[in-house]
């Protein structure tokens, strides 16, 4: 399985993406996708060649209609999602696998108002166009409306990043300690992992780690003069993760 990079890379190509894009609805040959789009079928064998390594495509050898030698199908592999914001105080880049499972396992993590197409398509008869095209119609709708909610949100987040930046400026003292702070707020829900941090940074372990001993320090200090509440530990105590957020 690739990963952000890896995948952002691979679909850069406009042509790679017109590939998939073919695929995506039904198995092809390469000759049938050079004639489709108008490149020559030795640059399709390469790209897919390249789709083939890194799991986005598979092929089988199909026996030929007219008596020839078998042809290779191609047709795509994988499901996942790429998604990036940027914006001011906003980098957030995921690659986000789709989940497996028919419609019964997938309805507890859907909107109630898709709950008739779950029982329409739980069972094994095929669907008319028209039954379908009503479905999908359902479905794009629910889709536009998590797409504004989402948007909303990373709005919201956004503007966290932007009023928590000015604290980050005046409590932090080098560029370091600022990334530090930047990299606990962009996981705010897990520990950091110091050691990938400091390489990211090319600094010493043991430097990050001071650093982020003064940080927890400052963040209990912080919850609890926000909270008005008393906090009591040994000295150097671990700054539980649940207080961060």
Do not use: C
Request: aromatic share 4%; hydrophobic share 40%; charged share 30%.
């Amino acid at each position: 399985m690739v990963d952000f990079d890896e995948a952002l890379d691979i679909l850069e190509n406009k042509a790679r993406r017109a590939i998939l894009k073919r695929l995506a609805k039904e198995p092809h040959y390469p000759l049938q996708l050079s004639e489709l789009l108008e490149i020559s079928q030795q640059a399709v064998v390469k790209h897919l060649r390249v789709l083939e390594e890194a799991g986005f495509v598979e092929s089988e050898k199909v026996p030929s209609v007219k008596g020839g030698p078998p042809k290779k199908m191609y047709t795509v592999n994988q499901s996942f999602s790429l998604r990036l914001d940027l914006g001011p105080n906003l980098f957030r880049a995921e690659h986000r696998t789709m989940p497996k499972g028919g419609p019964i396992r997938l309805s507890s993590n859907l909107p109630g108002d898709l709950d008739s197409v779950v029982d329409n398509i739980g069972t094994r008869r095929r669907l008319p166009l028209v039954e379908a095209m009503s479905m999908l119609s359902d479905m794009d709708k629910a889709l536009e409306r998590i797409d504004e909610q989402r948007d909303a949100i990373i709005a919201l987040h956004q503007q966290v990043m932007q009023k928590v930046a000015p604290t980050i400026d005046e409590s932090s003292e080098t560029y370091e300690e600022r990334q530090l702070a930047h990299a606990m707020l962009n996981h705010p829900r897990r520990p950091l992992d110091l050691d990938l941090f400091s390489q990211g940074l090319r600094i010493q372990s043991m430097d990050a780690e001071v650093m982020m001993d003064g940080l927890r320090e400052r963040l209990l200090r912080d919850f609890a003069s926000n909270t008005g509440s008393l906090v009591a530990a040994r000295e150097g105590t671990p700054l539980p993760w649940w207080l961060a957020r």
